[in-house]
């Protein structure tokens, strides 16, 4: 069975605003579509995603960039009960936002690595969990069972009538 990544919110706009470890995004989304490797996100993402949108760009932009992140090779999870659990224990134990305790549930019930570039995730680093950097502030936090590696080379690009500009 391929290799299992979970996208935190930081790893998805990271690639639609071409901000530092778009490469490595690309690559994921690229061995997703080959079949080498196996991709998840939580749908809180698109909460995040949709919201940060509607203030910088308007409703219209927003829905344009859910409407691309959904038509990428990725299966959205939608938390059930085991998964807000396994979240709460996470939250208890590290000082994360509920909506990364959700996502770094997620990756630990499926047993994947999560794909991230966000600081408030390294709380789980910090307390033992591996990690392996990419790039600078590039991170990936595989759960004991996944192993940490890149599948595929890159050939995504995003659609010509799509620009989410940068959040800089």
């Given at each position: 069975?391929?290799?299992l990544y979970v996208l ?10 071409q901000e530092e470890g ?126 940490t590696r890149f599948c ?17």
């Amino acid at each position: 069975m391929p290799d299992l990544y979970v996208l935190d919110t930081s790893a998805i706009v990271a690639f639609t605003d071409q901000e530092e470890g778009a490469n490595e995004v690309e690559r994921l989304l690229d061995a997703a579509r080959a079949d080498t490797c196996r991709l998840e996100a939580c749908a809180l993402s698109l909460m995040e995603l949709y919201y940060v949108a509607l203030q910088e760009k308007g409703e219209d932009e927003a829905a344009k960039l859910i409407a691309l992140v959904k038509a990428w090779p990725v299966t959205w999870i939608y938390p059930d009960e085991r998964i807000l659990l396994q979240a709460g224990k996470l939250k208890a134990a590290y000082r994360l936002s509920v909506v990364d305790a959700v996502v770094a549930a997620v990756a630990k019930l499926h047993q994947a690595t999560l794909v991230h570039k966000d600081p408030e995730l390294e709380a789980l680093t910090i307390a033992g969990f591996p990690s392996s950097r990419w790039r600078a502030a590039w991170h990936i936090w595989p759960s004991t069972w996944a192993r940490t590696r890149f599948c595929g080379p890159p050939t995504i690009h995003i659609p010509t009538d799509f620009s989410p500009g940068r959040r800089r």
